[in-house]
């Protein structure tokens, strides 16, 4: 998820990036935020856990730590952006990894944020170069037709354009979407893929990307 935040240029590859601000919805072990804020240390980062105990074990076993530019929140996500929408914050980056019980026909995100209601809600408080990240898990025949798949359908109805992110060793999608058109962009999964190759490359992250490539979802 860290090297899509970077695909549509929401964050620059040479910049600091000091204004630059990214929302995460769903804590984990904190592997996105603090890897992230590893690589972009001035970039204000806030994290949002709805789990006491998720907040509580990330922080004694898996290492975030908090500091003037990284926020952890314990609060429920929706909540949060409904409340950043009537304060009139803005995001950069919006990153969507919220999980569920594993028994779940999708496993990430929960349902709340697979809804139009919520999807317009953060495209409202992104920049306008902005760009949302959603790690998307479940069975993997949901993306046999995504053309056609239901699942998409609300991102559709909110976002101009959505790519996807695949990888060779998952079974998970990273959905990216945008704010604005990309349909005057020609050749735009080729340009899309050798921007992905060039993010790998400078962020070292050819260890766990190889193989990664990107594919249109639609674009309006």
């Known amino acids: 998820m860290v090297a899509a935040t970077f695909l549509m240029y929401s964050l620059s590859l040479h910049a600091m990036d000091k204004e630059k601000q990214v929302l995460e919805i769903g804590l984990g072990g904190g592997s996105f935020d603090m890897g992230l804020h590893l690589l972009k240390p001035y970039v204000n980062i806030t994290a ?21 530019t990284h926020h952890t929140v314990l609060e ?34 929960v349902e709340a944020f697979l809804t139009s ?9 992104l920049t306008d170069t ?12 949901m993306l046999d ?10 991102f559709e109805s909110v976002f101009p354009a959505c790519v996807l992110m695949h990888f060779t060793d998952l079974e ?6 945008v704010p604005f058109s990309l349909s005057h962009i ?21 260890y766990v990307l190889d193989g990664s490539y990107i594919t249109r979802l639609y674009e309006k």
């Not at 789990?51 to 990330?58: D, G, H, I, L």
């Not at 996500?77 to 950069?92: C, I, Q, R, S």
């Not at 209601?117 to 408080?125: A, D, K, M, P, S």
């Not at 999964?189 to 490359?201: D, G, P």
């Open 145 to 154: 037709k995504p053309g056609k798949n239901e699942i998409f359908e609300p």
């Open 186 to 206: 020609h050749d735009l999964e080729q340009r899309l893929n050798a921007r992905l190759s060039l993010v790998i490359s400078r962020l070292n992250l050819g």
């Open 117 to 125: 209601t919520v999807l317009e809600t953060i495209r409202n408080v």
């Open 76 to 109: 429920d996500g929706v909540n949060f952006l409904e409340n950043a929408l009537l304060k009139g914050k803005k995001y950069d980056v919006v990153a969507i990894d919220a999980c569920g019980p594993q028994s779940s026909t999708i496993v990430c995100p």
């Open 48 to 68: 949002i856990e709805n789990e006491s105990t998720v907040v509580k074990t990330a922080f004694k076993w898996f290492g975030v730590v908090d500091s003037e």
């Open 172 to 177: 998970n999608v990273v959905v990216i979407c």
């Open 130 to 141: 902005g760009s949302l990240v959603l790690n998307l898990v479940g069975d993997p025949t």
